[in-house]
């Protein structure tokens, strides 16, 4: 497959307060033929006792994938385009190192395939110029795929932030998080 239609200019954007909880990313992820049927999109509720308010977890394909790093079957992988694969099938060993180590929780061990299993952000469809499936079925908007001049003209109130602080570590990552412009500072102590 030629990988070359790439574009390096689209990213992807999740604006948290537009999600709706109808889980219809993940109804379009898992009907995807490469993840065997399985959502690598999950939409959890905050708190389901007291709100509605739901949030939705996808790879965030992080710089320095933390998840790779602690892998000792190298079958995570990270391309040139910054896309943080979904662990190889032939070498996997189905340790969990990639599930414990993500700071965002995002891989998941699949228990019938004994392997981890994660968001590759469609790469079969954006390694060849089309949108990700979730984002193309997000009826609210909480889920972009397109240039920040796109999102900032639809959002101009909400700023992308890909920057995360977990206690020292500062991750960057490939996916953006929509934030109200001006509530997100970068303080480093």
């Known amino acids: 497959m030629n990988y070359t239609s ?7 954007f999740v604006d ?16 995807c033929e490469t993840n065997g049927q399985d959502s690598m999109i999950h939409v959890n ?7 509605t308010q739901t949030t939705v977890q996808v790879c965030m394909h992080c710089d320095d994938p933390v998840c790779a790093n602690v892998c000792p079957a190298d079958a ?27 700071p965002f ?4 061990k699949i228990e019938e395939y004994d392997m ?9 469809r954006t390694s060849v110029g089309k949108k990700p499936m979730c984002a193309t079925v997000c009826p609210s908007g909480a889920l972009f795929y397109g240039t920040k001049e796109e ?3 639809m959002r101009p109130n909400s700023s992308p932030v890909n920057t995360f602080v977990f206690g020292k570590e ?8 929509m934030m109200p412009k001006g509530s997100t500072e970068l303080i480093i102590f």
Do not use: L, W
């Open 45 to 51: 509720y905050v708190d389901r006792a007291s709100t």
């Open 16 to 31: 948290m307060q537009r999600c709706i909880g109808c889980k219809a990313c993940e109804m379009a992820c898992a009907e």
């Open 105 to 108: 929780g995002v891989p998941k």
């Open 6 to 12: 790439f574009n390096t200019h689209e990213e992807f």
């Open 151 to 153: 999102i900032t003209e």
């Open 170 to 177: 500062i991750v960057n990552t490939k996916v953006n998080i």
């Open 76 to 102: 995570i992988s990270k391309d040139e385009f910054g896309i943080v694969h979904t662990a190889n099938t032939e070498r996997c060993i189905g340790c969990s190192n990639c599930v414990e180590a993500c």
């Open 116 to 124: 981890m299993m994660k968001c590759t952000m469609c790469y079969d």
